[in-house]
């Protein structure tokens, strides 16, 4: 059986930090890239941030500069450094594995985590 178990979502002040986790567990056939989205009320699921297994990585337009994403595939864990939070950043954070690309542009499968909310206050 397959997991995605998220973690280091929080409140934080504007200007501060979060990393987030997210460790896949279980057997994923291809399991090449893997991408962090986010919701937040009210609003589409939106792509955050997304890696390859060669490390290519892609960001939103919105968090560049300040998201980073980062995977160790021997622990099977993805991991986006959030800095320079901004309160347009509170949103759940979703971790996706074994998307797929088209067009360069990544597709979340089927595979996602429980979500972890993250708050930024003014």
């Known amino acids: 059986q397959v997991q995605l178990v998220e973690s280091g979502g929080g409140l934080v002040q504007a200007g501060g930090s979060l990393r987030l986790s997210c460790a896949v567990s279980?057997?994923?056939?291809?399991?090449?890239?893997m991408g962090w989205l986010r919701q937040a009320p009210g609003k589409q699921r939106e792509l955050v941030a997304d890696?390859?297994?060669?490390?290519?990585?892609h960001y939103a337009d919105s968090v560049k500069g300040r998201f980073t994403i980062s995977r160790d595939n021997a622990k099977n864990t993805v991991y986006l450094q959030m800095n320079n939070l901004k309160p347009e950043d509170t949103a759940t954070y979703y971790c996706?594995?074994?998307?797929?690309?088209?067009?360069?542009?990544?597709?979340?499968?089927?595979?996602w985590g429980q979500g972890t909310q993250v708050t930024v206050s003014s």
């Open positions: 279980g057997t994923i056939f291809n399991l090449n890239a």
């Open positions: 890696i390859t297994d060669s490390r290519w990585t």
């Open positions: 996706n594995a074994a998307g797929t690309y088209s067009g360069g542009y990544y597709y979340p499968s089927r595979y």
